[in-house]
Structure formats: structure tokens, C-alpha cells
């Protein structure tokens, strides 16, 4: 991994950062900090989750270079890990959550620019989780905010999205991660109902990563489009 990739990589997780800056704080503060639905989080908590979940992906990095043996969260972990995260910024301050949320980002972007970058690619614990705690976490944050109807910008959402996809095309990254990427755009898009934005990555992400045809089959956020995998894998 070059140093250029290594830059890609921080440049994601800034724009991320730019862009939960955008769309949590274009909201009513009280809005943002009421809850959602009956007993839901609000956006406030939405901010600290994910703020919370790029700190665990510091520690991982942090981890790695103490030589200790990093594995990723498994799935039936995930809500027994995010129930202990959410307690701890429950009663913070829309204020003090702006600045966990930079202070973590730099936190992260500081990890990776002081990581072994082989390590990186060898170990999918660091690199897809850096894009799964960062950029594709907040992706799905944003449709879920997006649904609850709160005022969120989708316009600033949808260029987040195509945005982080630029920049995956243009860095130096594998092709079965630039592939991921792509592939998670459009199930961003999919999900947010835009279906024909959501055809033509697809293609692109089947031709440089095959074995995500059968992987679609699964996908809850593709049910629309499942009935034309088979002939978008084709293209």
C-alpha cells in the first residue's frame, strides 16, 4: 500500500466526518436531540454511536501495533456491543459530542497515518472496518434518519455517498475493496430509493468483484433490484 492510498484512506474519513458535521448540525437542536420514534434514539445518540464505533476502530489500530491479534465484531456481537457503547454519552451535550466526534476522527486518521500498511491490507479487521465504523456506518445512519423524517438534507446525503465513491475509484485500493465500496453505494442508493443510480454501480461492482452476485441474493437492501441480478452480472 502506497502512501497515496494511505492518504485516500484519511481523506474517506475526513469527508465523513465533514459530512455528519453537515447533516447532524443543519437539524433543529431539538430535534436532534428528541427521540426519534416511542423509545428511540434521537440524532444526538445516532452522532455519539458513531463517533463511539470509531473509537473501537482506533483501539483496533492501537492494538495492531502492540502486536496483539485483532478479529473483528461478529454479528451477534453487534447489539450487545452497542447497547455497552450507548450508555456512556447518554447525558452529554450536543457540544461535548461535536468534539468526542472530531476528537475520535483525529484519533483514527492518526492511526492510520502511523499504521503498517501491509498490515492493513493484510487484515481485514483494519481496512474493512475502517470503512465499516466510518464511512459505510454512517451511510446507514443517515438512511435510517433520512426514513424517521426529521428534516435531514438528503441532497448533502446523496453527495456524501457518491462522494466517498469518487474517491474509492480514484484511490489505489484493491479491487475487491474499491468493489465493496461500490457495492455499498448502491445499496445506499437502493435503500434510499433511487434504483436506477443504483443499477450501473452494481455492474461495475460484479465486474471487478464476481462473487458479490451470490452475496446480493442475501441482501435485504436489494430486495427491489434481486429479480435483475442475474442480468445486471451479465452487463
Excluded at 420514534?37 to 463511539?52: G, N, P
Excluded at 461478529?74 to 450507548?86: C, G, I, R, S
Excluded at 447525558?91 to 498490515?119: G, K, M, P
Aim: proline share 3%; hydrophobic share 45%.
Amino acid at each position: 500500500m502506497t502512501d497515496e492510498l494511505r492518504s485516500s484512506l484519511i481523506r474517506i474519513l475526513e469527508a465523513t466526518r465533514q459530512a455528519e458535521r453537515d447533516v447532524f448540525g443543519a437539524l433543529d437542536p431539538a430535534v436532534r436531540g428528541a427521540p426519534l420514534r416511542e423509545a428511540d434514539w434521537s440524532a444526538k445518540d445516532h452522532q455519539a454511536h458513531l463517533t463511539l464505533w470509531k473509537a473501537r476502530q482506533a483501539d483496533r489500530f492501537a492494538a495492531a501495533r502492540r502486536g496483539e491479534t485483532i478479529r473483528r465484531t461478529e454479528e451477534d456481537e453487534t447489539d450487545a456491543v452497542n447497547a455497552e457503547l450507548h450508555v456512556t454519552p447518554a447525558d452529554w451535550s450536543w457540544e461535548a459530542i461535536v468534539r468526542e466526534a472530531d476528537a475520535e476522527t483525529r484519533r483514527l486518521a492518526e492511526a492510520l497515518a502511523a499504521s503498517d500498511l501491509q498490515q492493513v491490507l493484510a487484515d481485514p479487521a483494519l481496512l474493512d472496518n475502517t470503512f465499516g465504523n466510518g464511512a459505510y456506518h454512517a451511510q446507514q445512519h443517515f438512511s435510517w434518519l433520512l426514513a424517521a423524517d426529521i428534516g435531514v438534507d438528503e441532497d448533502r446525503v446523496l453527495a456524501f455517498g457518491e462522494e466517498i465513491e469518487r474517491m474509492v475509484r480514484d484511490s489505489a485500493l484493491p479491487d475487491r475493496d474499491r468493489a465493496t465500496a461500490i457495492y455499498n453505494t448502491a445499496c445506499f442508493l437502493a435503500v434510499m430509493g433511487h434504483p436506477d443510480r443504483a443499477r450501473p454501480r452494481l455492474r461495475d461492482a460484479f465486474a471487478l468483484r464476481p462473487d458479490l452476485v451470490d452475496w446480493v441474493r442475501q441482501d435485504g437492501d436489494l430486495v427491489a433490484l434481486r429479480e435483475e441480478i442475474d442480468a445486471l452480472a451479465a452487463q
